[in-house]
């Protein structure tokens, strides 16, 4: 048996929340290349659709179940959709989660509304997410919280979203011990600057400048959605059956507040 055997997901049920485009889009074809069948979830019904096709071409089942996750009843649904159409979900991915508000703040002028907001779509979604998904997740499972750099560091700007995303990482080794006893693995993943539509939307960049900024990177490049979907992959296959509790950054060296970018209109 090849070590790239380890692998392969034939057999699996992923869910990928946020997955209609970006690093959602980029995991759900990554298992799919890897034989899961996969629930993307996500509000826009278009790119859902568009993702589905993807999945399928790659070989895999593919099911589109709109979702907004800060409808508690969606996520209810969303499992409910997941075990009639498969019977099962042996992967859980919280992708989905972020800000829309491009607004430079320090942490103590943070209105409440933008800290409940901020908390309830990153930190309360994904919990909310697990706890439904647990009952129909075989022992042996995998959970992947997709996170931030911004949550293994000072964020200064940002730190609603960091100590957000810091939940979720507390949540992963926490989980990682309470569900030990089933071996269910829970980990996450920190990326770091890829240029998706979240990211364009903070960080407006021409061509030029997004590979001027890659180039400052250990690695000579901004990162892929497909970086990310290699990393889901490896721990949620049996690739990674030896790794629980961890939240890995697929960065390409990135060391949060050592590259400038310039907002726009400032």
């Known amino acids: ?106 942490l ?23 706890r439904a998904a647990l009952p129909h997740m075989p022992d042996g499972s995998s959970i992947v919280n997709i996170v931030s750099g911004a949550a293994l560091n000072a964020a200064p700007h ?28 829970v980990n996450g993943i920190a990326p770091g600057p890829i240029f998706t539509e979240q990211f364009a939307a903070m960080f407006p960049m021409t061509e030029e400048e997004q590979e001027a900024y890659g180039n400052r990177l250990p690695t000579g490049r901004m990162g892929r959605p497909s970086d990310i979907g290699a990393g889901v992959v490896y721990l949620a296959s049996e690739a990674g059956s030896w790794i629980t509790g961890q939240t890995i950054a697929i960065n390409g060296g990135h060391v949060p507040g050592s590259i400038a970018v310039v907002h726009r209109g400032e």
């Open 108 to 130: 103590a002028e943070t209105p409440d509304e933008y800290w409940d907001e901020m908390i309830e779509f990153n930190l309360t979604s994904a919990f909310l997410g697990i």
């Open 158 to 185: 940002t730190g609603v979203y960091g100590a957000a995303k810091a939940g979720v990482v507390n949540m992963t080794m926490t989980l990682s011990r309470e569900l030990a006893e089933r071996r269910i693995r």
């Open 1 to 106: 048996m090849s070590v790239m055997d380890d692998f392969r997901m034939d057999g699996h049920v992923g869910v990928i929340t946020g997955g209609g485009r970006g690093i959602g889009e980029g995991i759900a074809f990554a298992m799919a290349d890897a034989g899961a069948d996969v629930v993307v979830a996500a509000r826009r019904e278009n790119d859902l659709a568009r993702v589905v096709e993807g999945v399928e071409a790659r070989g895999g089942r593919g099911l589109a179940v709109p979702t907004d996750v800060l409808d508690r009843a969606a996520i209810d649904r969303l499992v409910a959709a997941t075990v009639e159409a498969f019977g099962k979900i042996t992967v859980w991915v919280n992708n989905a989660g972020g800000s829309q508000d491009s607004a430079v703040r320090d």
